[in-house]
């Protein structure tokens, strides 16, 4: 029994392929814990400012309802309520997009949890450790789990590229930043007629 315990050793190729799909699970969890954090400010930060509309919007109300004889002030007072109205569904706008981060979250580990289980089930069974049909099976199985563009990036970076877990980090929250950075621009040139 001794024996075939010694045997069933991991070589260090697995090792590797399986070092590659942890830096690949860490790196998800990582960016995931990035993206959350960020929503997490932006929707602490639009609840904040939508509660403050809401008082000016029910100030302003009240104010309609005392000066209901008066016309100019009333017209005011409905601009006001106009642009409080409008500023506030910007706001509401912005909670939603962040809201949605929780689905990439949920999605990332999900995948996470899908990678880790089939390293489980390589490493757990002696002839597949061993077996490089199975590991080139269970790397086209994570890259076919990679959903999202970030996802893909992470996997080319580790898999392909074998750019250290780390580095690979902070090229993907670079990329990120610049591509969220070019989203506010491409809102902002949008023209409304």
């Known amino acids: 029994m001794a024996k075939q315990e010694a045997d069933y050793v991991l070589g260090s190729k697995e090792v590797q392929q ?6 690949l699970s860490i790196a998800q969890i990582d960016l995931s814990i990035t993206e959350g954090d960020n929503s997490v ?6 609840f904040t400012y939508m ?6 919007i029910q100030q302003a109300g009240s104010k309609l309802v005392e000066m209901s004889e008066q016309t100019g002030d009333v017209d005011n007072h409905t601009n006001l309520l106009l ?15 962040a809201f949605q981060f929780y689905d990439k979250l949920s999605q990332r580990l999900e995948h ?3 990678g880790l289980t089939g390293l489980a089930e390589i490493v757990s069974h002696e002839m597949k450790v061993k077996s490089e049909s199975e590991w080139e099976a269970f790397k086209s199985s994570v890259r076919k789990g990679t959903t999202m563009r970030e996802e893909e990036e992470l996997f080319e970076l580790i ?13 993907m929250k670079e990329r990120m930043r610049n591509r969220m950075h070019q989203e506010e621009q491409d809102e902002e040139e949008i023209e409304f007629f």
Do not use: R, Y
């Open 112 to 114: 996470v949890s899908h």
């Open 159 to 171: 898999f392909d590229q074998h750019v250290p877990t780390e580095e690979a980090i902070e090229i």
């Open 18 to 23: 399986t070092i590659l799909v942890l830096n």
């Open 83 to 97: 642009s409080e109205a409008s500023e506030l569904s910007a706001k509401m706008q912005q909670a939603i997009i």
């Open 41 to 46: 400010n932006t929707l602490i930060d639009s």
């Open 51 to 56: 509660s403050q509309h809401i008082q000016q």
